[in-house]
């Protein structure tokens, strides 16, 4: 059976509501010339103001939305990134996909060029011009000026009819109703697509100024407010906006646009509670299949918005905490109709709670605490009771998902595994909770944890050591070779690790040629034979990993390596600043998806780190 990381498991085995979601091919699939983004772009892509982002890759939306307009090709896309929207194999256009936007002069689609910022969007197509802000989470405010402009339905509609003031129809495979309130030039039925056979809705007066709000919603519902001056709108929006850039933490000048950049995603992906979300949330992006999270990337949002928001930081933990099983597992991953189970993620949540009480400190941080402690007191217990297999009391991981490096090397040797990186994890864990112990008063608690985690650490560095350096090992006790950055992973333990162990890790993360290349820490050696420079967790630099060693470097005392990973790994993003998912080791370039949220998180408190420390 082929190798399942995150991405595909979401496209491939998706069944929230009864439908499967098939693979979308990828929009930025990039050329040779330019393999940052998708070919082309660069020539409509002007340098505008603060934060930075591009429509060919990055979609116009705001926080507690789901809807986006995004660059495709020379269409303006509309759709919803909601999950309750389904598409089966039997449907001919993706059901998110909701209307194809096309500007035209003398009946002929021309091309556009845009200007972006987070509270509007400007078209400019020939002589035309479109301006578009967001009136509300479920409705987007249009403004046309000498504009051809088509809206060009992507999915059959049930029905439609007008009232007074409004057109109002449904896009039958998303299960939306779109409403349409004019207050100039109407929107019309035009009759069908010829090649599609598909609804197309036009200005009633081509060229005529227009303006008019689009608001889609899974019922209709009453409209009798007039529309909004648009200008009063986009600086509504930018005041909510600014409200959150004004908390970014401080970062060096040179990367502050990068930053911006970097905090605004961390903005515009969160949804107040909805659903199974019993907390306000930050999903893993919302420009990809990734509008759900994952039982270890809130983790790191969190941390990177703690000095703004303390409570939305601990509140991406306690998300999953309220589905946590009697046993102590955690849903993985979630969005907010579904709970999924069957993979798990590293216990990082006791490092977690470490840093968050690190940067905030014990006294702010202990109402969180007395509802944390319980929950990762049972995780913790669920690891060790449910995972050790063998009985040597060292946990396992029975899938390359489980460690949350889906496919790295030290896998390719089959499953369960005992990797040196959940013992690490799990250490830190159970010193977390001695700590949080301590804070609650619960003194006798406090040293039985601190007792197991100097236990596990020397089980750690008795059973998966050799010759000063981790390793891997099946049920058996076979040693699994690989030359993974993943059995690097356990210097986040840092000081506590054995000096000659330390020092050997230390030495080989130096080491050029190695996993430390000109943008950080590659997730498998450079120099191996399985090394892919687009090999998800088989060569390209990560996040979480890089973050992860960053922390554990500073513990140990070697500062001056730790900054080197971080004005590294800062460069990289600042020199590709899609905030991709993952970036080619060698170059540097991004892979995978934009405006990933662990990415813009890692970047965030390296950079804040760097300002801090001069």
């Not at 990367?255 to 949330?281: C, E, M, N, S």
């Not at 319980?374 to 029975?398: C, M, Q, V």
């Not at 996040?543 to 460069?571: H, M, Q, W």
Request: charged content about 20%; hydrophobic content about 40%.
């Amino acid at each position: 059976m082929p190798k399942v990381n995150r991405r595909h498991f979401i496209q491939f085995s998706s069944m929230a509501g009864g439908g499967l979601l098939f693979p979308q091919a990828w929009p930025g699939q990039r050329s040779e010339q330019n393999s940052s983004y998708v070919a082309g772009e660069e020539n409509n892509f002007p340098q505008y103001p603060y934060p930075r982002y591009n429509l060919n890759t990055i979609g116009f939306t705001i926080a507690n939305s789901w809807l986006m307009l995004i660059k495709r090709g020379d269409d303006l896309l509309f759709k919803t990134i909601d999950h309750d929207v389904i598409s089966e194999k039997w449907m001919p256009h993706w059901a998110n996909d909701l209307f194809r936007i096309r500007f035209k002069e003398n009946d002929q689609q021309v091309p556009f060029e845009f200007e972006t910022s987070p509270w509007s969007l400007k078209v400019k197509a020939g002589k035309g011009e479109l301006l578009a802000t967001f009136m509300d989470e479920k409705t987007i405010l249009f403004e046309t000026k000498d504009m051809e402009v088509s809206f060009d339905a992507q999915q059959t509609v049930g029905w439609e009819f007008d009232l007074p003031g409004k057109k109002t129809f449904l896009l039958a495979q998303a299960k939306r109703v779109v409403e349409v309130k004019s207050a100039t030039n109407k929107i019309i039925h035009a009759g069908q697509d010829k090649t599609t056979g598909l609804a197309r809705y036009v200005l009633e007066k081509a060229n005529l100024p227009a303006k008019f709000a689009i608001r889609i919603d899974r019922n209709d519902a009453p409209w009798e407010e007039p529309l909004p001056v648009l200008q009063a709108m986009a600086e509504k929006q930018k005041n909510s906006v600014e409200g959150w850039m004004d908390r970014m933490p401080a970062v060096p000048g040179g990367l502050r646009d990068t930053a911006q950049t970097a905090w605004y995603y961390l903005w515009h992906a969160q949804h107040d509670p909805i659903g199974l979300f019993k907390y306000r949330v930050i999903f893993s992006s919302k420009n990809t299949w990734l509008t759900r999270i994952w039982a270890w990337d809130n983790c790191f949002h969190g941390l990177s918005v703690a000095s703004a928001d303390l409570e939305l930081a601990w509140q991406q933990m306690f998300i999953f905490f309220e589905h946590q099983e009697p046993n102590g597992i955690l849903p993985e991953p979630m969005s907010y109709i579904q709970l999924k189970s069957g993979y798990v993620k590293p216990p990082v949540y006791g490092w977690t709670a470490l840093k968050l009480i690190e940067q905030a400190g014990a006294t702010k941080c202990r109402p969180y605490i007395e509802k944390a402690y319980p929950h990762i007191e049972k995780l913790t217990e669920w690891w060790l009771n449910y995972r050790d297999f063998n009985g040597n009391g060292l946990a396992s991981y029975l899938h390359g998902n489980d460690s949350g490096w889906d496919n790295a090397t030290p896998f390719d040797a089959g499953t369960p595994l005992q990797s040196p990186d959940l013992a690490a994890h799990l250490v830190l864990q159970m010193e977390s909770l001695s700590k949080m112990a301590s804070i609650l008063g619960r003194e006798k608690e406090a040293a039985h944890w601190q007792a197991r985690a100097e236990e596990h650490l020397q089980l750690l560095t008795t059973h998966l050591v050799e010759d000063d350096l981790f390793v891997a090992r099946k049920m058996d006790g076979t040693k699994v070779p690989s030359q993974s950055l993943l059995y690097y992973i356990p210097m986040v333990l840092g000081k506590r690790l054995p000096g000659s162990i330390r020092t050997k890790l230390i030495n080989n993360l130096k080491e050029p040629g190695l996993f430390l290349t000109e943008y950080g820490l590659a997730t498998e050696a450079v120099n191996s034979p399985e090394h892919k420079e687009d090999g998800y967790w088989r060569g390209p630099i990560w996040a979480p990993s890089t973050y992860l060693i960053f922390d554990g470097l500073l513990n140990a005392g070697e500062k001056a390596l730790a900054r080197t990973v971080a004005e590294r790994y800062c460069a990289m993003c600042k020199q590709d600043p899609g905030m991709w998912e993952n970036y080619d080791a060698v170059t540097g370039k991004g892979r995978q998806g934009p405006a990933v949220t662990w990415t813009s998180s890692v970047f965030i408190l390296l950079a804040a780190w760097l300002e801090e420390n001069g």
